[in-house]
């Protein structure tokens, strides 16, 4: 891939999105962008890697519909992985069990970066990441299948999206943790999910959907989880931008916020 002549980067994603460009310069290189995204980048992101979640799909994306620019955008994950090859992601002993989520969204992050006709401009991005006792278990970096018509409406549909990752795994620790006789504590029962949308907020801690104008077209199709915050298996707690984990799955950071995430994400 010729990464010898490129200087180190310190995030694998720039901070402008990676879009479809309409008259772009054409390929360059020999070779298989397709197989090096499948192969090998995705494996990393889904596995090993949650620090290039948000880069490598950014660059799926555009497997078949390929430009100069997506070629430089998957160099440069490649320049990033080749130089932090000697860090590993951190697995810190906890005796405790807590199973925590962090939920994200971009609202219409693609907007004056795709295509003005294409409706995939205006989608919002989720990312959010399951934490077990301090450990990334579980994460995620995808467009919404829906157009948000709000940030509220996208950060809901977010919620909602990780419930259904989050949700399963909790039943399975606490079925496991039976079955061994492992006793867990009442903040160990307990799932936090971290939010920093006031709307998605209050919708969340809502036991009856809400149905007022703005809300009443996705408040029902979404507010299924909300069952069991009431029953206070989950609680979905407010949490300064500063430290909302998600946001790394999101967009593209600037390095030190990026570092930053990467540290409490996976130790360094």
Not at 65 to 84: F, P, Q, S
Not at 239 to 254: S, Y
Request: glycine content about 6%; proline content about 4%; some cysteine.
């Amino acid at each position: 891939m010729g990464l010898d002549a490129l200087n180190a980067v310190w995030t694998p994603a720039d901070h402008k999105p990676l879009g479809a460009y309409k008259d772009g310069a054409p390929c360059e290189e020999q070779w298989s962008y397709a197989s090096i995204v499948g192969m090998m980048m995705m494996y990393l992101a889904s596995n090993s890697h949650p620090d290039i979640a948000f880069a490598v799909h950014q660059c799926a994306r555009f497997t078949h519909n390929l430009l100069r620019v997506h070629e430089v955008a998957l160099k440069r994950i490649a320049c990033y992985l080749k130089g932090t090859r000697n860090k590993g992601r951190k697995i810190m002993l906890s005796k405790k069990l807590n199973l925590d989520c962090y939920a994200n969204v971009d609202f219409a992050g693609l907007w004056n970066v795709e295509l003005p006709n294409d409706p995939t401009c205006v989608k919002s991005r989720t990312g959010y990441i399951l934490m077990l006792g301090g450990v990334p278990v579980s994460w995620s970096s995808k467009l919404q299948s829906k157009i948000a018509l709000s940030t509220t409406e996208a950060k809901y549909s977010a919620l909602s999206t990780a419930m259904k990752e989050l949700i399963p795994l909790r039943q399975l620790i606490d079925k496991l943790t039976l079955a061994l006789g492992v006793k867990q504590s009442k903040e160990e029962q307990l799932s936090c999910v971290f939010e920093d949308n006031r709307g998605a907020l209050t919708l969340a801690n809502t036991e009856m959907p809400m149905t007022m104008p703005r809300t009443k077209h996705y408040a029902i199709e979404m507010h299924w989880f909300c069952e069991h915050c009431v029953q206070g298996q989950i609680e979905v707690k407010a949490i300064d931008t500063k430290v909302q984990l998600a946001d790394i799955f999101m967009k593209g950071l600037d390095p030190q916020d990026f570092e930053t995430k990467r540290r409490l994400i996976i130790g360094w």
